[in-house]
């Protein structure tokens, strides 16, 4: 017997991510066009265990693809990671006659998705939402462009201050365990370096950044630090600098939660509801235990176990450009 998607599931889960509501959109808006009902799930997988399921209409997702955050909420579990949470979870989808989960979120949200996968069997579906842009798989993740165009303009701010007052500005970048948001933003801002966990030579980075200043005269710049580079983040980085170059009025900006927040660029707008419908079509195509990404501007579907698992990687070539370019 055929076994045929009536009811479907979306959630949020994990950091929220501009971008988040356009996909929640497309979901919705594209399993309606199937003849698929949508509950959406608030609070993530908290509100999964405690029930917290609305029925969803097209009229519940109109005018959202602009506003940023998750109209779903997110909230962090760890009774979902055990076995007695997952159970609890299991039954609300039962009782809710949900036949298949859409997962928005990142590496930790698609790991409780695949356990959940592999211990009942569940239809799972990932989106990828994260300003960090680390997941495997897919080239641009929901959300990040919007944080990388947040943190560019915040720079730019910055840099007329550091210049009007002849200072070193050190700049705290969120990214988890990946320098993506930091390497690309330091490119767009024209910085004079990056600090980021895949290039964990700081002391020759910072030396080499400030020494071509020094030789040009420049008495102010930017470098940009990823929050987990180095134990202390940017402050940290502040002490080596004032240590060895005392003559540099440093300062430290830590943009933190600011990163996360806005209205989603277009790009954003446009790939969640990619993903979004694409989501719907694997589950029609009968895919599961999958996430939804794009490569080189193509919808493709990634075992969620590789999306997790595999490393991502930064590109030499946009490392080399930096180093070129804040000669």
């Known amino acids: 017997m055929e076994y045929k998607i009536r009811t479907v599931g979306v959630l949020t889960s994990g950091g929220d991510a501009p971008g988040m509501n356009a996909a929640v959109r497309a979901v919705t808006r594209a399993a309606i066009a199937n003849g698929i009902r949508v509950k959406a799930i608030y609070r993530g997988y908290k509100g999964l265990m405690d029930g917290e ?3 969803f209409t097209t009229q519940d997702v109109s005018g959202i693809i602009q506003r940023g955050g998750t109209i779903l909420k997110s909230a962090r579990s760890e009774e979902f990671k055990t076995v007695e949470g997952r159970k609890r979870a299991y039954d609300v989808l039962q009782k809710e006659e949900i036949d298949a989960l859409i997962v928005i979120g990142g590496d930790g949200s698609f790991t409780g998705a695949r356990a959940l996968a592999q211990e009942y069997n569940v239809p799972v579906i990932g989106i990828p939402g994260t300003i960090d842009n ?4 897919t080239d641009s993740t929901i959300g990040y462009d919007t944080a990388l165009n947040t943190i560019v303009e ?3 701010k910055l840099r007329d201050t550091g210049t009007s007052h002849e200072r070193l500005f050190l700049v705290e970048v969120m990214g988890r365990d ?5 390497l690309n933003a330091a490119i767009a801002a024209g910085a004079e370096a990056a600090i980021i966990p895949e290039r964990t030579a700081v002391a020759e980075q910072l030396e080499a950044a400030i020494g071509q200043g020094r030789r040009k005269h420049k008495n102010s710049g930017i470098v940009l630090v990823q929050e987990h580079a180095i134990e202390g983040g940017a402050k940290a980085v502040a002490e080596i600098i004032e240590k060895y170059h005392p003559e540099y009025g440093t300062r430290v900006t830590i ?4 990163q996360r927040g806005g209205s989603p660029t277009a790009y954003d707008r446009i790939l969640a509801s990619r993903l979004g419908c694409a989501a719907i079509q694997a589950l029609l195509d009968e895919q599961r235990s999958i996430m939804v990404g794009v490569q080189n501007n193509e919808v493709v579907y990634v075992p969620l176990t590789k999306a997790i698992k595999e490393k991502k990687d930064i590109k030499d070539d946009k490392w080399q450009a930096l180093q070129v370019l804040s000669i």
């Open 53 to 55: 399921v609305q029925e």
């Open 134 to 137: 680390d997941l495997w798989g």
């Open 154 to 156: 915040c720079v730019d």
């Open 178 to 182: 990946a320098g993506f948001l930091t």
């Open 255 to 258: 943009l933190g939660h600011l």
